[in-house]
Antibody, heavy 115, light 107 residues
Framework: EVQLVESGGGLVQPGRSMKLSCAAS????????MAWVRQAPTKGLEWVAT????????YYRDSVKGRFTISRDNAKSTLYLQMNSLRSEDTATYYC????????WGQGVMVTVSS | DIQMTQSPSSLPASLGDRVTITCRAS??????LRWFQQKPGKSPRLMIY???NLAAGVPSRFSGSRSGSDYSLTINSLESEDMAIYYC?????????FGSGTKLEIK
């Protein structure tokens, strides 16, 4: 059974950093690109970043470029999202998903940026 | 960036109805279009991929179609479990973009 389990969310002050993790199981992680998608409270879905199966290629939405870094550890079957210089508009539930296919999603982790 | 204009934003419907939700792409995206269902407090669920293909486990009353730059999700014989928000996603080019969502609710 495919499982994606996010962790690392919580309350953080503006300008600070936070790192999200997504532990994958039930499939060969190293064969798949992965992505982060977020959803602000009561708002729609918003793509954040994608990483290729081997980590050699990454893509970001403009609003997070230079602040967020997507990475992966294939040996640990884990996806990461390092978020720096956080802003109030980054407040959202962050989902990891199997990129390209978007066929499996984690349960989401809430990130609240507030002083 | 490719804009996905989704309509309607809200769709009141009765059980047993046939309903259609549409996304219009601002540029050519081929068939790189997916549809998702999201229920309150839940993660999105893939419903349609490649514009017209039913994802695994999705009931056959759901279908996807394309007419030029217009992509549609149709639900035949609406059931109560179908009440949710539906989103389209283009993944033809970065940045990937979602439609704004359609809230399907009981009339």
């Amino acid at each position: 059974e495919v499982q994606l389990v996010e962790s690392g969310g919580g309350l953080v002050q503006p300008g600070r950093s936070m790192k999200l993790s997504c532990a994958a199981s039930g499939f060969t992680f190293s064969n798949y690109g992965m992505a982060w998608v977020r959803q602000a409270p009561t708002k729609g879905l918003e793509w954040v970043a994608t990483i290729s199966y081997d980590g050699s290629s990454t893509y970001y939405r403009d609003s997070v470029k230079g602040r967020f870094t997507i990475s992966r550890d294939n040996a640990k079957s884990t996806l990461y999202l390092q978020m720096n210089s956080l802003r109030s508009e980054d407040t959202a539930t962050y989902y990891c998903t199997r990129g390209g296919a978007f066929d499996y999603w984690g349960q989401g982790v809430m990130v609240t940026v507030s002083s | 960036d490719i804009q996905m204009t989704q309509s309607p934003s809200s769709l009141p419907a009765s059980l047993g109805d046939r309903v259609t939700i549409t996304c219009r792409a601002s540029q050519d995206i081929g068939n790189y279009l997916r549809w998702f269902q999201q229920k309150p407090g839940k993660s999105p669920r893939l419903m349609i991929y490649g514009a017209t293909n039913l994802a695994a486990g999705v009931p056959s009353r759901f279908s996807g179609s394309r007419s030029g730059s217009d992509y549609s999700l149709t639900i035949n014989s609406l059931e109560s479990e179908d009440m949710a928000i539906y989103y389209c996603l283009q993944h033809n080019e970065y940045p990937l973009t979602f439609g704004s969502g359609t809230k399907l609710e009981i009339k």
